[in-house]
């Protein structure tokens, strides 16, 4: 095959965040797609909701970090103990049960006390700054780290430092750029938690830190697994939800009417919330995450021969006509129904409860502390960041 006139990837969303029109054409004409991808390989984009979830519960897919060998030139955290991505089946099962206490409703509600506090104190902070200022310096990029320091048992104060490796770490994990310094930051990231997990001996307390140390003497995981589950949770958890926040505000600036309903009747955070990560998903136009069968298999009569790259297209489902109706209108009062956001099947994101509250937080107060709050620039001057798959902005200038 040519593979010349393949649909290719990335599809641009419009001015950020609007979806791109060359996706929405291409999902009306079927639920699977041969494309092309940036790397240059060809294999298929899935765009229906249905087909995404058949494919991400299907054990004859290997998940995002078990890719052929043809397809992984050296890697960062691929395939690095405890990433949990790099795992299947009954080892995928143990190391997510290690973890999943940190994510219970219990320590959830435990942090939410915490989340308010840390959002009124960033909010306050950005409030002190002259105007116009950079909400990514002052609220988005800081507010999912101060989380996570929560979450794990760390002083505030070393979120700036984790979260700049993170950062590091998540920057050129797609398909293309270069990989040293992610690497350097991968070990330097490591190194602090082991430092950290270790001191949890003299100072345990009700955090993932702690419960992970417990899960090393109890023989359930090596320390190694166990710093790359904390590693790979703070690197998972951070990127994402600081890109939501921004793509999310985008939203609301780009609908007025939603955000005014939304600050008259505060109870529709949540509903609010979800139709963010249903419309506005974080996404830098590579636009889902990727599987590999390990068998021929055959979805929606599309035959996808064994070891294919086959890109799960979470924000194309969330534009599918069979699923949602009139999926291309953004409302927070729409009627609740499940979005693959947070993916699906035994991989799904870990932390999507504590996501969420996150984002309710901040889009149920942001617009009451900031009441004119806006873009200094047009949505077309913000700059994306490309080199990162979740996307999100160089810098986020506002007025107030
Ligand atoms: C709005 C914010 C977030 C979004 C949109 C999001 C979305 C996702 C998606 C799409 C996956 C991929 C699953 C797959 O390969 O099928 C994932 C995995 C994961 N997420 Fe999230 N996530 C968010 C926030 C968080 C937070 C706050 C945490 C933890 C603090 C977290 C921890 C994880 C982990 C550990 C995984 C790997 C799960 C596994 O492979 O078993 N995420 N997330």
Redesign the pocket.
């Known amino acids: 095959m040519s593979g010349q006139s393949l649909p290719t990837l990335p599809m641009w969303r419009v001015n950020h965040i609007e979806p791109s029109p060359e996706m929405l054409a291409l999902r009306a004409n079927g639920p699977i797609h041969r494309v092309r991808f940036p790397s240059g390989h060809e294999g298929w984009w899935v765009t229906g909701y249905e087909e995404a979830k058949a494919v991400?519960s299907d054990a004859a897919f290997r998940?995002?970090g078990m890719p052929a060998a043809a397809f992984t030139p050296a890697t960062v955290i691929l395939g690095s103990p405890g990433w949990?991505?790099s795992h299947e089946g009954s080892e995928?099962a143990r190391l997510?049960t290690i973890v999943a206490p940190a994510f219970s409703n219990r320590r959830v509600k435990l942090l939410a006390q915490q989340i308010e506090a840390i959002a009124a104190q960033l909010f306050e902070t950005l409030a002190a700054q002259p105007q116009p200022a950079d909400l990514r310096h002052y609220l988005s990029f800081p507010l999912?780290a101060m989380v996570?320091s929560a979450?794990m048992g760390v002083p505030y104060e070393d979120h700036a430092f984790f979260a700049e490796l993170s950062d590091e770490v998540m920057t050129h994990q797609h398909e293309s750029g270069p990989r040293s310094a992610a690497l350097l930051a991968w070990e330097e990231l490591r190194t602090y938690i082991r430092g950290k997990m270790r001191g949890k001996r003299q100072d345990p307390g009700d955090n993932l830190l702690t419960d992970l140390l417990a899960a090393v003497d109890q023989g359930k995981a090596t320390e190694e697994e166990a710093i790359g589950l904390a590693a790979?949770?703070l690197v998972?958890?951070h990127e994402?939800?600081v890109a939501?926040i921004e793509f999310g505000l985008l939203a609301m600036f780009r609908h007025p009417q939603q955000r005014e309903r939304l600050v008259g009747d505060p109870s529709l955070v949540d509903k609010a919330v979800e139709e963010i990560?249903r419309m506005y998903?974080?996404g830098a136009g590579w636009d889902g995450?990727m599987r590999y069968p390990r068998t021929d298999v055959t979805i929606a009569g599309v035959h996808i021969p064994a070891e294919s790259k086959v890109l799960v297209g979470?924000p194309a489902t969330s534009f599918d006509p069979r699923h949602f109706d009139d999926p291309e209108i953004f409302d927070i009062g729409r009627a609740e129904k499940p979005h693959l956001?947070?993916?699906y099947?035994?991989?799904?994101?870990?932390?999507?409860a504590?996501?969420r509250l996150?984002?309710k937080v901040v889009f149920g107060s942001i617009f009451q502390r900031f009441p004119r709050l806006r873009l200094a620039v047009a949505p077309e001057e913000l700059k994306l960041r490309k080199e990162i798959i979740t996307g999100g902005f160089e810098e986020f200038p506002v007025l107030w």
Not at 345 to 352: F, I, Q
């Open positions: 991400l998940p995002s949990l991505g995928h997510r999912p996570i979450l790979g949770i998972a958890g994402s939800t939501q990560l998903p974080p995450i979470l956001a947070f993916s099947g035994p991989h799904y994101c870990l932390g999507e504590l996501a996150e984002l």
